[in-house]
């Protein structure tokens, strides 16, 4: 559907796929990009598509060389996109920050889909300041038209002024679907050819460099172009109103806070009191075409997550044309009208709404929302975040737990970022002590290592994927081989980028498009560093634990266990049990074994449940992936693994 | 602290009022109960939370409140009981008769034969015991043959975690009628289990027939001990380690080498912290106990006796039957020398009563004893 369908046919589409269309009628040639949700769609759907369209699309190592990737591209003349989620724009930044010095030669986009409320991330960072701060454009959806039109768009408006430009994207926009009208998709053939033949300060050839003494000229041009797009997004059919002449209120909304604001005026019934002014391109500010609207108001809310980054900017915008515009009283974060985190739903509009224009919102009746309350108890419980049941993760911080327990010195595992993450919770034995970025848990662990000298005592541990591995920790690894820390890292090798959708990465033998790739070996790459390597399979519990033991004793550099077993999910695994599980009704002792539950109550496998009408575990078989890895942590034996055929 | 009968509480109790509280002797009675437990390199760790209320842990720890009168009575005639020493029915010195045990053991080698003979006469099939491990660490295994027993002849001054060992072992089939040379920690431990058993463990309890106690001064942390001897002997294995009698104020470590002295006083800053607290020195909760000889013949003669204590029936069985067997030696215990060994229970106790009262803070807080418990007030009667 995404090439098959044509001009004017009208479908259903994710914001995402909408993106990944608009591209493709644009004409991209090259698409880098990392997993990360809410993005990693784009570049998937785009990598199945690609041998039909001309297209090569890569999943890189990290965000910083999607960017690099992508930009070769856009030197080489051709049209290209860098996808990624709000962390992976930090990670990009630095070459970001040169890149929009000098500037783009084909049409060069950067997707950013963003996670206010992290519903998939660790923080709700923002990219759309980078905009600000690197002076490029910055455009958001506000639909899921327009996720598909201004995807287009942008390449040639890239074009235009020679620069990257930033589009912005939500959870709500990029995972939530909505109709959109299809456009034609090009027969473009591309030829690519890098012209550093040529003044080293010229735009469309010569060498891609900046030194100093070049700055000041190229910062200036980099500036003056910017400048330059004010006319064009005073016309720009993104940015629209609607709405009374004179608002009572003049609401400034962009991104998928354009839909919870149609939402709220409709419910609140103030379409005749409240002006809904959607920004599409949210940097540069359209000058004129705000300056109109801002004029013919005295009241403004702003309305955006996560930080009030419009809200500023147009209150500086309004400050320097007071004479003409008149005090203008705005509400937005700084007030508290509308909450400065987390995301936003039309319940925390209406509520900003109402409050200004001093109405009650409509609200549940009262016994209804007591029902509601009530059946969500039963209906909808809280539920803990879990490993899937078979997750080789589970197995191994098992072993982790009772190595760190057993060694009773107070050891800690400085964690990461991926399925493994879910550690610090009880499906992970609690085993994590620090979450921050990609590679972190390593970086911190190379810090901690180097304590000792002053009265440190504590073993250190650090734990990453197989994919982060590559993405960030291997820095991190030669820092440590080389400053002697003290630590272990463990890297837990389910053979993919799990957590996103089970992506491949340079040690998987395959690549974006499906064609076969050579994979790089993480333990010859630690050994050749000059770390001591053991491997291990984490379902092996008793080998496992005495592995980490050992190294955990051993107080003489780095040590790395590799502890590799696929994913439960991943396409080797899934829909094959390696064992038929059962309980053994004699040797289960339910509630008198002593062990108080230790297989539902701590170990916590989704596939084993609590028979409360037969005091005895159960193995639910619907759920049960199979991994076996249960028989061995039942002090009874009363957990049976068959060997399925 | 309450002053009452053990009654049971939990993981969490035995936490706070043991582990954490500088208490814990390492017997491991906890351990190989349920999954929450561990011991390793010298150290009692909780694996897991668990969130009972009342836990066998509990109750079979000897430092958590203890009613020695209600201990004594289950198995000991009362006409035997003495304030200093528990039960004695006799004090004996002996040896094995066969010199090539005596040659490959601590001392007089009793324990190895009472423990073989036991074996092969079937009245216990399987025998608990602790023995070396690799960087001075121990282990406790369970042997069923008689020939295996040698082999873990000498002293460990690392606590073993035998009784760990013995819970795994009476839950297999293999084993039906137990025999443990245990700690005084250890006996005490396995006195309370058998006392009061949970009604889960009452068939692999009822599997202890034997308790061979060890007379014990104190044990050393391996955690000090370890760093101690690296510097003192390197790597080589260590043949054997003896304490001779206090005047010679040294601890004798034998290895391939030879024999080389260490202070006393450098070894004393690696005793366990908690065996401050113990007031058993002849390990009271057994059926014999076994020690070095003491007698005016001097060490050199000494250190290839022991002195042995019958506290039980059972104890008088096999010492009679190691005797006329011809596989036991036994020498009258010189005149004095039951006097002698009580004055120095005694001390032990006194020194225990005193440290406890510092340590609660409150002279009639005793921590894990009762100080109206009439077996403590026979000792303040006595100290």
């Known amino acids: 559907m995404l090439i098959n369908g044509r001009k004017g046919q009208q479908v259903l589409m994710m914001g995402n796929e909408a993106i990944a269309r608009g591209a493709l009628e644009a004409g991209v040639n090259v698409v880098a990009g990392y997993p990360g949700t809410p993005s990693s769609e784009i570049t998937q759907t785009l990598a199945r598509v690609a041998p039909k369209r001309n297209l090569y699309v890569e999943w890189s190592v990290n965000e910083k060389v999607a960017l690099e990737v992508a930009a070769a591209a856009s030197f080489a003349g051709l049209r290209s996109m860098c996808v990624m989620k709000q962390v992976g724009v930090n990670v990009a930044a630095d070459f970001l920050l040169h890149l929009a010095l000098y500037g783009t030669r084909g049409g060069m986009v950067l997707v950013s889909c963003e996670d206010p409320g992290a519903l998939s991330s660790t923080n709700e960072g923002e990219s759309r300041l980078y905009a600000q701060m690197m002076e490029f454009p910055l455009l958001e959806p506000g639909d899921f038209q327009e996720a598909l039109d201004m995807t287009r768009w942008a390449f040639e408006l890239s074009e235009s002024i020679r620069n990257v430009v930033m589009i912005r994207s939500v959870t709500r926009m990029s995972h939530a679907s909505g109709n959109v009208t299809l456009g034609e998709l090009p027969e473009r053939t591309a030829r690519a050819y890098y012209d550093f033949k040529g003044p080293l300060l010229g735009d469309m050839a010569g060498p891609v460099a900046t030194l100093p003494g070049t700055v000041d000229f190229m910062h200036r041009r980099q500036q003056e172009k910017l400048k330059k797009l004010e006319g064009l997004y005073d016309a720009s059919p993104f940015n629209t109103y609607t709405g009374p002449e004179g608002p009572e209120l003049l609401v400034i909304t962009s991104s998928a806070c354009h839909l919870y604001c149609r939402e709220a005026i409709e419910l609140l019934e103030v379409s005749g009191r409240v002006g809904l002014l959607k920004l599409g391109t949210t940097w540069p500010l359209p000058p004129r075409w705000l300056e109109s609207h801002l004029t013919a108001a005295e009241k403004v809310l702003v309305v955006e997550e996560v930080l009030g980054c419009m809200e500023n900017t147009i209150k500086a915008f309004a400050m320097e044309r007071i004479d003409r515009i008149g005090p203008t009283a705005f509400f937005g974060k700084a007030d ?266 701590v170990f916590k496998c989704p596939g084993l449940t609590w028979d409360r009408e037969n005091d005895s575990a159960r193995i639910d078989e619907v759920i049960c992936a199979g991994c076996g890895v249960c028989a061995s942590i039942c002090p009874s034996g009363a957990i049976q693994a068959k060997e399925d055929a | ?112 034969t009472l423990v073989r003979l036991a074996l092969s006469e079937g009245i216990i099939d399987a025998a608990v015991l602790a023995g070396r491990k690799e960087t001075f660490l121990t282990e406790s295994t369970t042997l069923s043959r008689p020939d295996e027993v040698a082999a873990r002849a000498k002293t460990q001054f690392v606590v073993s975690p035998t009784v760990g060992e013995f819970n795994e072992a009476a839950g297999r089939d293999d084993a039906r009628r137990i025999g443990v040379v245990a700690t005084p920690c250890q006996a005490l431990a396995l006195a309370k289990m058998r006392h009061r058993p949970d009604p889960a463990d009452a068939e692999k309890v009822g599997k202890l027939r034997l308790v061979i106690g060890l007379f014990c001064g104190w044990a050393l942390s391996w955690e000090k001990l370890k760093p101690l001897l690296e510097a003192r002997i390197g790597p080589e294995p260590i043949v054997k380690i003896d304490i001779p009698p206090s005047r010679y104020q040294c601890m004798e470590v034998t290895t391939e080498s030879g024999r080389l002295s260490i202070p006393l006083s450098e070894v004393e800053a690696c005793v366990r912290e908690n065996c401050r607290y113990c007031y058993d020195m002849t390990g009271e909760f057994s059926d014999i106990s076994v020690g070095s000889a003491r007698s005016p013949e001097g060490w050199e003669v000494d250190r290839g006796w022991n002195q042995t204590l019958v506290r039980t029936p059972l104890g008088e069985q096999l010492v009679g039957l190691a005797r006329s067997r011809g596989v036991l030696e036994v020498k009258d215990a010189p005149p004095g020398a039951l006097a002698k060994l009580m004055a120095a229970a005694l001390n032990k106790k006194r020194g225990c009563l005193e440290r406890l009262k510092e340590k609660s803070g409150r002279p009639d807080d005793l921590i894990y004893l009762r100080a109206e418990d009439p077996v403590v007030t026979s000792w303040l009667e006595k100290v």
């Open chain 1, 336 to 601: 508290g009208a509308v909450p400065s985190t987390n995301e936003l739903n039309p319940d925390r509009v209406m509520a900003a709404m109402a409050g200004i224009l001093q109405i009650t919102p409509p609200g549940l009746a009262p016994e209804y929302a007591a029902r509601a309350a009530e059946i969500a108890k039963t209906g909808a419980p809280v539920r803990a975040l879990t490993l899937c049941p078979g997750c080789p993760h589970r197995a191994s911080f098992w072993s982790i737990h009772q190595a760190m327990a057993m060694d009773d010195r107070e050891g800690f595992v400085c964690g990461d970022i991926g399925c493994y993450t879910l550690a610090a919770a009880g499906t992970g034995f609690h085993a994590l002590k620090t979450i921050h970025a990609m590679g972190s848990g390593a970086g911190l662990a190379s810090g901690f290592g180097k304590l000792a000298a002053f009265g440190f005592h504590q073993p250190v541990m650090a734990v990453c994927g197989d994919s982060t591995f590559f993405h960030a920790v291997m820095p991190a690894l030669v820092n440590a081989v080389h400053h002697r820390a003290n630590i272990t890292l463990v890297i837990l090798d389910n053979s993919g980028t799990a957590m996103t959708g089970f992506q491949p990465h340079p040690g998987i033998g395959v690549d974006a498009m499906g064609g076969t790739a050579p994979a790089l070996d993480i333990p010859d790459i630690c050994r050749s560093m000059g770390a001591k390597v053991s491997l291990c399979d984490p379902f092996d519990i008793p080998k496992t634990r005495k592995t980490l033991l050992a190294q955990v004793e051993d107080t003489d550099g780095v040590k790395v266990v590799v502890m590799r077993q696929p994913c439960a999910l991943s396409p080797q695994r899934k829909h094959k049990k390696g064992f038929r599980m059962s309980i053994d009704p004699e040797r289960c002792l339910g509630a008198s074994c002593g062990c108080n539950r230790l297989c539902t109550r």
């Open chain 2, 1 to 112: 602290m309450e002053q009452h009968e053990n009654l049971g509480s939990g993981q969490e109790d035995l936490k706070r009022k043991v582990l954490q509280n500088e208490l814990c002797t390492g017997c491991s009675a906890c351990v190989h109960l349920c999954p929450y437990f561990e011991h390793y390199r010298d150290k009692t760790v909780i694996v897991h939370g668990c969130d009972g209320t009342q836990g066998r842990c509990y109750a079979y720890c000897p430092r958590t409140p203890t009613d020695l009168s209600a201990l004594q009575k289950d198995h000991f005639d009362p006409k035997d009981l003495t304030p200093e020493l528990g039960a004695v029915k006799s004090l004996l010195v002996t040896r094995a008769a066969d010199p090539a045990i005596r040659a490959t053991s601590q001392h007089g080698g009793t324990v190895t």
